[in-house]
C-alpha cells in the first residue's frame, strides 16, 4: 500500500531528481565569450537605423567606417576603411582614398561604391539618426551630386549649404551611421524599394571583425568571426545573454558561466571590490543625469532661481553614496569624455548661498513645485535626494515617478515642471550636446528643433547663436574656445542644473581580459577579448 | 450550455481587444517615440507617426485593427521587427514548457498534502503542511528564484545558472516545437536534453512552489468540508477502509470544484510568470509582455494580450467539460 511517507518520499525525490543530475560547468567553452547584458533595447542592426546601446555595439564590431577615433585618445581621428584623406582649404570637399585590402562578410571587396552607396542610404532612408549625416545640408534630391565615387577607391564628399567644422563632420562620419555596408548585399535582399532596410534589420553586411549570427529578441545574440576580415579577433564567437536581473548576472559571472557582466549596480560593483579573480573596467561615457526646469513656470523663470537649485544640490553626497562607480559629478553640459569638456565644476552645496539667492528672486519662502523622473535605480535615490537637498531651502518638491518613455513624452509635451532625466549624446562632437541644450532658435510649436532647449522654453539668443557659430568655426583651437565659454554661460544662467556623467563599468570573469569599453557605445571593441 | 459557453467566447475576445486598444492609446507613452527615440528629429517622428496610422480617428484605427485581425495580422512588434504571430509563437512554448512542468509537481505535491493534511486535521502533519503552504504564498517569487540560485547555483554547485541552455548547447537543437525540453528529445540529443532539464528544474520548481502552495490550501479546505459529510460518515459505518473512505469518497466529491482551481492555476501560470521569467532570463512570454509594454509596443501588448485570454477562456471551457465527466448530475 501506497503509504503517506512512501508518497512524500518518492515526490521529493522526483522533484529533486533534475537538479541532482545534472554537474555545474565552471567555465565557458573554449573560444567563446559570453556576456550578460540587458538586450531589450536593440531595434535594428541596419546602421542607418540603429541608434540603441547593444545594437549599437554589435554594429561597431561588424561594420567598419571611413574614419574612427582612436580608442587611446579620442581626440585624434583615424582611417579605418580610408587609408587618408584630404579636406580642401575651404572646409567644404572632402576627399577619402580607401584601402585596397578590405572585404566584406560575403566575400565583396569594399569599394568607394559601398561607401556611397552607405551615405546615399542613410539620407535616402531617413530614419532616426539620419539627421547625423543629414544635418550638413544632404537632401534625396542632393545626395547623389554631392557624395560620389570618383573611382573604385575615391570618395568624394562635397557639403551641400556651408562649411562646418572639420573635427564635426569628421566626428559625425565615424559615428555608427556612418558604417560602410556591402552595397551588393543589400540590394540583393531589398523590397519595396527599402535599399536592403528590412533584412538588414536583422542580420549584418559589413568588413569589420564579426558578422551577426542570430538575434532572438529579449534571449540572446551570437556574432561569430567575420571569415573576411584582415584582422582576426581572437574570440571566433561571442554570445551577449540577455540577463535582465544585475544580481543574476553577477551570479552568473561569479560561477564563471559567463566571462563578462555589463550592468552591475553600484552596491554590486562595491561587493567585487574585494574579489581578485574579477576585474572591473570602466570608461566615461556621453550619457548626462540632469533637471530641466520649465520656463512656463513663473517662479523657475529666474536665473537667481536656477542659481539656487544649483547651489542646493549636494552633488557629493548622490555620487559617493548612491552611485558610487557608476555616476561621477559633471556640471557641465559636455561630459568628460567629449572633446572640448570643461572638466570642472563650480557648484557645491550652500545652503545659505542658496537661500540667499532664493530671496533675490523675491521667493525667500520657496516654493512648490513637482519633479517628473524615471522610476528606476539609480533614478529615483537621487530624486529623493534632490528633494531633500531643495527642501532645505524651501522648496517644497512633489515626486512624479514615472516609466522613462512616459517621463519622455511628458518633457516632449512640454508638461513639466521639474523634470530629472537622462541624455546620451547623438556623436562624439560637443555640437550634439551643445545644439541640444543652448539652441532654441524657434519656441513654437512648429519648430523643427525640438531638443532640451525647446523642451523647457529655454530661449537664450545669445547662446543659440554662439553655438550655431562653433559649429562652423574651422579652426580647432577658437572651436573648443567658444565651447569652453558657452558652457561657463550655460552654467550661469541656464535653467538646466546637471549633475552626473555616466561610467560605463564591465566586471571581466577570470582570466578575461583585453575588453575595451569606448566612450560611446559603438565605439567599445570585443575583437581583443581573450580569455586565460 | 456548452454551446452558451463557445457563443461567449468572441464577445469575450471582442471585450479584451477592445478594453486593451483603448488603454493602449491612452496610456501616458508616445509610441512613436517609442519607436523613433528620444532624439529623433520632427519630421522622422511625424513620418513614423503616419505610417503608424495614428493620426487616423480612434475608431478607423480600431476598425484597421480589428479587420487586419480577422485576417490572422496582429500587426508587427516594434522591439522584435518581428510580426507579432511569429513572436508569440517564439516566445510562448517557453512559457508552456515552463508552466506545464510546474503544474504537474504542483498537482502531484500539492493535492496529496492536502488531502493528507485535511484527513489529519489539526496533527503535526497538518500544522507543517500549513507553515509550508503559507511560505509557499507569502515569499515574493523573486526573493525565492534569486535564493535558489544562491543556494542551488552558487553555494551547492548542483544546478545550472539562468537561461534554456548552456551557452555551449546554444543553436544546437533544431527548434520544433520551440519547447527545448521536447525539441531534444525528438532531436535524440541526450546531453542537450539533461542540460535543458537541468536549467528547467529551478523556475519550474519555484513556480511549482507558488501554484502548489495555494492547490493545498484550497484542497485541504475543500476536504476538511466534504470529511464532515454525512456521507463519510455513512461509508466509515459501511466498514470501508481508511483510504477509500478517504480517496473515493470524501476525495471524489471534491475533485469537481479542484478541477477549477486547478485549470485556473495552469492559466495563471501560462499567461507567463513575469517575475520568474525575468530572474531566471527565460525567454517567455511574460517577459515578451512585460517588454512591449515598457517599450509602448501595442501589437505586441493587444496580441500577447488576446493570447492571455485565449488561455483562459480555453481552460475554463476545459473546466466546464471535466465538470461533465467527473459529475453525473451536470449533464
Known sequence: MLTRRTLLASSAAAVAAPAVLTQARAATPKGIAVMARRIDDIVSFDPAESYEFTNGEVDGNCYRRLIRPNLDDVTKIEGDLAESWTVSPDGLTFTFKLRRDAKFDSGNPVTANDAVFSLHRVVKLNKTPGFIITQFGFKPDNVEQMIRALDDYTLEMKLPEEAEATSFVQYCLSANIGSVVDMKTAMANQTNGDLGNAWLKSRTAGAGPYKLTEWAASDHVIIDTNPQAAEKPLMRRIVIRHVADPSAQLLLLQKGDVDMARDLTSDQLKSVAGDKDLTVVSSPQGTSMYIAMNQTMPELQKVQVHQAIKWAIDYDAIANNITPNTWSVCQSFLPDALPGALKSNAFKKDVAKAKQLLAEAGLANGFAATMDYVNTSPSSEIAQAIQADLAAIGIKLSLLPGDQKQVITKTRARQHQLAMLRWGTDYFDPNSNCQAWCENPDDSDQSKLKILAWRSHFVDQELTSESQAAVRELDPAKRIALYHKIQQQFMERAPFAMLLQQDAVTVLGKGVSGFKVGPMPDYTQYSKITKA | ?331
Open chain 2, 1 to 331: 450550455m456548452l454551446a452558451g459557453s463557445f457563443a461567449s467566447i468572441p464577445l469575450t475576445l471582442f471585450g479584451l481587444i477592445l478594453v486593451t486598444f483603448l488603454i493602449g492609446r491612452v496610456m501616458p507613452i508616445d509610441p512613436v517615440i517609442a519607436i523613433a527615440g528620444d532624439h529623433a528629429p520632427p519630421d522622422v517622428i511625424a513620418a513614423v507617426r503616419d505610417k503608424l496610422g495614428l493620426d487616423k480617428p480612434l475608431l478607423v484605427q480600431f476598425w484597421i485593427y480589428l479587420v487586419n485581425l480577422v485576417h490572422g495580422d496582429l500587426g508587427r512588434s516594434v522591439m522584435t521587427t518581428h510580426p507579432v504571430t511569429a513572436d508569440i509563437v517564439q516566445f510562448f512554448p517557453a512559457t508552456l514548457e515552463l508552466a506545464t512542468t510546474a503544474i504537474i509537481i504542483a498537482i502531484v505535491v500539492g493535492v496529496p498534502l492536502g488531502v493528507f493534511a485535511a484527513a489529519r486535521q489539526g496533527s503535526r502533519f497538518d500544522h507543517v503542511v500549513r507553515v509550508v503552504s503559507l511560505a509557499g504564498q507569502s515569499v515574493p517569487v523573486f526573493v525565492l528564484g534569486l535564493l535558489c540560485l544562491l543556494v542551488f547555483y552558487v553555494k551547492l554547485g548542483i544546478a545550472p545558472g539562468t537561461g534554456q541552455l548552456d551557452v555551449a548547447y546554444e543553436g544546437m537543437v533544431p527548434r520544433v516545437t520551440g519547447m527545448l525540453v521536447v525539441d531534444s528529445l525528438i532531436a535524440g540529443d541526450w546531453d542537450s536534453f539533461w542540460d535543458a532539464l537541468a536549467h528547467l528544474a529551478q523556475p519550474a520548481l519555484v513556480l511549482a512552489y507558488f501554484s502548489m502552495a495555494y492547490i493545498t490550501r484550497m484542497t485541504r479546505a475543500f476536504m476538511i468540508e466534504s470529511l464532515s459529510g454525512e456521507y463519510i460518515i455513512t461509508a466509515r459505518a459501511k466498514g470501508l477502509s481508511a483510504s477509500r473512505v478517504l480517496w473515493r469518497h470524501a476525495f471524489g466529491n471534491i475533485a469537481v470544484r479542484l478541477v477549477t482551481v486547478l485549470a485556473l492555476a495552469y492559466a495563471g501560470l501560462l499567461e507567463g510568470a513575469v517575475i520568474t521569467e525575468t530572474v531566471f532570463s527565460w525567454p517567455g512570454l511574460g517577459l515578451y509582455l512585460t517588454v512591449s509594454l515598457l517599450n509602448a509596443d501595442m501589437n505586441a501588448v493587444l496580441g500577447a494580450t488576446l493570447v492571455v485570454g485565449l488561455i483562459y477562456l480555453i481552460l475554463n471551457l476545459l473546466a466546464d467539460v471535466l465538470y461533465r465527466l467527473l459529475d453525473p448530475r451536470v449533464a
